[in-house]
């Protein structure tokens, strides 16, 4: 079932079955607010709504105006200019060019619909669509170049979760992890490959990544990993015995981004605490340092690049 709601003044959009109800809100760049399992009545997406949402403009900076729901962060994360030619130079604000525009929005079906956005500094056409199948939320991604050059992005999903204490990151086996930044921990490069779940700081102690623990230690530290077993990692929260499964694509959205807040973010302002599991396609925040080390997203000139990415609620 679909339905409009009104969220704070704004016009929100309801995908609801008997299991789990997605709320997202178009003109502030399709931005979900909630992602509730029904039977249960948990809600996963982290809320800030006592300090109110509001439209940002284009440019703006993500930290002081969207730090919480769930955003797209394309064609970067963290702000950089272009790399190359024929956009070299080119600034890409941060957290990307479409988290603060104006998502034109279609219903598809009983649970479905189709949101869509053009990018301002560079041509393309970017689509999400969103249906729920049981206990599934199923995300449908295409890309469409809108012109004769080919253009190298960077994307990632950007889901700000609820943390509790003792909950538990579940990754089978053990893949490759980057550390990209950690305001806690030191260690000697960003470059330096882990195996999932530990690494090893420039002081030798050895940080089990995998267990979330002492959330208000007021540290920010990212990671991403790669070569993921079955492309699913899950975030258990064990004291209320619910989980949500991050189900990636196999090909276009096959890294996974970790992001720990434990009260280090936003750096300017009030700070929060949440917990980011972020599927994407590269493994730093700039596009500029994912171009030089060889993971991004390719959009061949006037071709179409389709990825899916799943969250499975248990």
Not at 292 to 314: A, Q
């Amino acid at each position: 079932m679909i339905s409009e709601v009104v969220c704070q003044n704004f016009k929100g959009i309801k995908i609801e079955n008997q299991i789990v109800s997605i709320i997202t809100i178009p003109d502030i760049g399709g931005k979900i607010i909630s992602i509730r399992d029904k039977k249960n009545d948990f809600e996963f997406v982290f809320d800030k709504s006592n300090d109110g949402l509001k439209i940002s403009n284009y440019g703006s900076n993500f930290d002081i105006e969207s730090p919480a729901g769930i955003d797209e962060c394309f064609p970067t994360v963290g702000k950089c200019r272009y790399p190359e030619y024929p956009w070299e130079g080119t600034v890409i604000p941060d957290h990307g060019e479409i988290w603060p525009l104006k998502f034109k929005t279609s219903i598809m079906g009983s649970c479905s619909i189709r949101q869509e956005v053009n990018g301002i500094r560079f041509p393309y056409l970017f689509k999400r669509k969103i249906r729920l199948i049981r206990n599934m939320i199923i995300f449908s991604y295409q890309l469409i170049s809108l012109c004769s050059m080919d253009f190298k992005y960077g994307w990632s999903m950007h889901p700000q979760f609820v943390i509790r204490e003792d909950s538990i990151i579940e990754v089978k086996n053990h893949p490759d992890f980057y550390v990209d930044f950690s305001t806690k921990y030191n260690f000697n490069s960003n470059d330096k490959k882990y195996q999932w779940p530990y690494a090893t700081g420039k002081e030798n102690n050895k940080i089990d990544f995998s267990k979330v623990i002492n959330i208000g230690d007021g540290s920010l530290t990212k990671l991403y990993l790669s070569g993921i077993q079955d492309n699913m990692v899950s975030l258990f929260y064990k004291k209320e015995k619910q989980k949500l499964g991050v189900k990636l694509d196999s090909g276009n959205s096959s890294i996974c981004g970790i992001a720990l807040n434990k009260g280090g973010w936003p750096f300017n302002g009030k700070p929060y605490k949440w917990i980011g599991i972020e599927p994407c396609n590269c493994i730093t925040d700039k596009l500029s340092d994912s171009v030089e080390r060889g993971f991004f997203g390719l959009l061949k000139h006037k071709s179409i690049r389709n990825w899916e990415v799943s969250f499975v609620i248990n």
